[in-house]
């Protein structure tokens, strides 16, 4: 009986709040990838005083953002994909119990 | 905070409850790793060409392996995930004890539970005094007693506070514990400590939560139990401390003037609000961004203005 109450629990929770948690570990993601890579102009201004330093710096924040702007596009791209398994796991894993059971009885 | 207000917390988690049961979580770690193993030795052997295609039942096999790590990890993320979130209204310690507790006999119930046997043996009291209690003629703590125990708190009830309330209401039995030299703070400590090393230990598996991903960045999270009832317009007596960034590794104990002065010495700042909830968030922050705020105390609007969340 309890295990039945599980897999009905288990079943709403997979396609309620486990998206709402999935939601928040790609809004982390994305918030870990803004803060390694953005670099605002206030700190190049305090890091390179002189104007040939300056250019540099902004060579190296354009670099740095372009690497961050990327990075971002293919973190959205990977976490599209895993939503998508997500969404069709259930469906997944029968299929993939159906082909188990195909390996043991077709030769 | 009344005991049936528990059970009925505890009953709306029953499946995690009954998860943890079913399979606990030291045997589903186990698990993953040995099916994480068979995996990864089944695809070697496949690549090295060792065994082919036509070993159906080795394909089988791999595939069946595979489809019970993933369910393992599903049913993982479903009790983090419901852990998570009863967190916010209970702890999951105190209701794995009063969902199977008799409120007949609540004391007889936390001492027969897992954590509440292991805490007592840890804080000191021996095997032979807690069967000599429980086999003796003694006077039973009830429901009632602990719903009239509990009525000043308000929140959430954490382990320490659920055990310090149900032993305190039957003297004889904190004798028998005085008689070890255990006293009931000694006991609070062990729970907390069971408490913390369990929600420490689940926090570092969960390596993608916000407190994980951003803990190396600008701040670390660290929630405090308050020992004593607050007045938020009162100076804190006590507090709990986890300070990992400094050289105080351990727990400590300090007043909320010395936590003040601890962070004058680190140039960090501290956020945290008296709470009725009797636990509140410190956040311990970094230098550069405690310097271009002050060296007040800050308000939680700050915190939303920094990390665009509450």
């Known amino acids: 009986m309890e295990i039945v109450i599980l897999s009905f629990d288990y079943c709403a929770w997979h396609y309620s709040q486990a998206l709402e948690d999935f939601f928040d570990v790609c809004a982390n993601f994305l918030f870990l990838i803004h803060r390694t890579f953005s670099l605002p102009a206030k700190r190049i201004n305090q890091q390179f005083p002189r104007w040939p330093g300056r250019i540099l710096g902004i060579v190296r924040a354009f670099l740095s953002i372009f690497a961050g702007f990327l990075i971002t596009v293919i973190a959205f791209i990977i976490e599209s994909i895993l939503l998508l398994i997500w969404i069709l796991l259930p469906l997944i894993l029968l299929g993939l119990f159906y082909a188990a059971i195909r390996s043991i009885f077709v030769s | ?310």
Not at chain 2, 281 to 292: D, Q, R, T, V
Request: glycine share 4%; hydrophobic share 45%.
């Open chain 2, 1 to 310: 905070m009344t005991f049936s207000s528990l059970q009925k917390s505890a009953q709306k988690y029953r499946s995690v409850f009954f998860a943890e049961e079913f399979i606990p979580r030291k045997r589903r770690k186990t698990a993953e790793a040995f099916f994480a193993l068979a995996i990864f030795v089944l695809s070697i052997l496949f690549l090295s060409g060792i065994f082919g295609a036509e070993e159906n039942y080795l394909i089988a096999a791999f595939i069946l392996i595979a489809i019970m790590l993933i369910k393992l990890r599903m049913l993982e993320a479903f009790c983090s995930s419901n852990e998570r979130i009863m967190r916010e209204s209970a702890d999951f310690n105190t209701l794995s004890i009063v969902r199977r507790s008799d409120p007949s006999d609540l004391l007889r119930s936390l001492i027969l539970s897992d954590i509440g046997e292991i805490s007592l043996l840890r804080a000191g009291a021996s095997k032979e005094s807690l069967e000599t209690y429980l086999a003796s003629d003694r006077v039973k703590v009830s429901a009632a007693q602990f719903d009239e125990s509990s009525r000043p708190f308000s929140g959430i009830l954490t382990l320490a506070e659920y055990v310090r309330l149900t032993i305190s209401l039957d003297p004889a039995f904190v004798a028998l514990l005085a008689a070890d030299q255990v006293s009931l703070k000694d006991v609070e400590g062990a729970e907390r400590w069971i408490s913390e090393s369990d929600t420490r230990e689940k926090s570092r598996s969960s390596w993608w939560s916000g407190e994980n991903l951003a803990a190396d960045f600008d701040h670390l999270s660290l929630k405090c139990n308050i020992q004593e009832p607050v007045d938020p317009a009162a100076v804190l007596p006590a507090l709990l401390l986890r300070v990992p960034a400094l050289e105080e590794r351990d727990k400590v104990f300090f007043t909320f003037p010395a936590l003040l002065s601890l962070a004058d010495r680190t140039s960090c700042c501290i956020i945290g609000t008296a709470a009725p909830q009797r636990a509140f968030e410190i956040l311990y922050l970094l230098p550069s961004y405690a310097k271009s705020l002050g060296d007040t105390v800050i308000r939680p609007s700050h915190v939303k203005h920094f990390f665009g969340k509450e």
